[in-house]
T-cell receptor
């Protein structure tokens, strides 16, 4: 597609439920990233995929968070047993080759998650 | 990655050029300067990036000083839709995808 596509754009869930957030990167982009941004705060890196493997998962805040990528395309971020502190916008991004500094990272519009 | 310093806020009259400065005095030779902007409740939008030379695209121009210690993002004819927070970041190395946006500059375009 023309840009990074994320769904759902908004999700309200009850505390303790699981949620899945989907990301469709720019066509042909092999690198894919997930970030989190709490209201009024900066970006928090979560995970980096190169192809279908995740060489850097260092930003995942707990074992309730997991992500997978299949077919070097779509990625899913799963949050189990959601907590109120998980409320944030979850941003997916992609870049053409890898995460090195010469490759521009393009963001999607984000999935707003509210845990009530 | 080198630290960047930007003014907290700026105003610009609609139709005029907006010049947004960024200091990155500790930048090293292999570090790129990137600019993004974020309009409230939207994902960050890539604007432009450069290494040493000045760059121009359909959105903006990027002027990097010869010593590379500072740069200026120029929006040639600001519109109301350019009102946003603008982030200047410096990236280098293998882990440079762990983007860190500072406070940025809140640009207000005034009719």
């Amino acid at each position: 597609g023309a840009g990074v596509s994320q769904s759902p754009s908004n999700k309200v869930t009850e505390k303790g439920k699981d949620v899945e957030l989907r990301c469709d990167p720019i066509s042909g982009h092999t690198a894919l990233y997930w970030y989190r941004q709490r209201l009024g705060q900066g970006l928090e890196f979560l995970i980096y995929f190169q192809g279908n493997s995740a060489p850097d998962k260092s930003g995942l805040p707990s074992d309730r968070f997991s992500a997978e990528r299949t077919g070097e395309s779509v990625s899913t971020l799963t949050i189990q047993r959601t907590q109120q502190e998980d409320s944030a916008v979850y941003l997916c991004a992609s870049s053409g080759r890898d995460g090195s500094s010469g490759n521009t990272i393009y963001f999607g519009e984000g999935s707003w998650l509210t845990v009530v | 990655d080198a630290k960047t310093t930007q003014p907290t806020s700026m105003d610009c009259a609609e139709g005029r050029a907006a010049n947004l400065p960024c200091n990155h005095s500790t930048i090293s030779g292999n570090e790129y300067v990137y600019w993004y902007r974020q309009i409230h409740s939207q994902g960050p939008q890539y604007i432009i990036h450069g290494l040493k030379n000045n760059e121009t695209n359909e959105m903006a121009s990027l002027i990097i000083t010869e010593d590379r210690k500072s740069s200026t993002l120029i929006l040639p004819h600001a519109t109301l839709r350019d009102t946003a927070v603008y982030y200047c970041i410096v990236r280098s190395g293998a882990g440079s995808y762990q983007l860190t946006f500072g406070k940025g500059t809140k640009l207000s375009v005034i009719p």
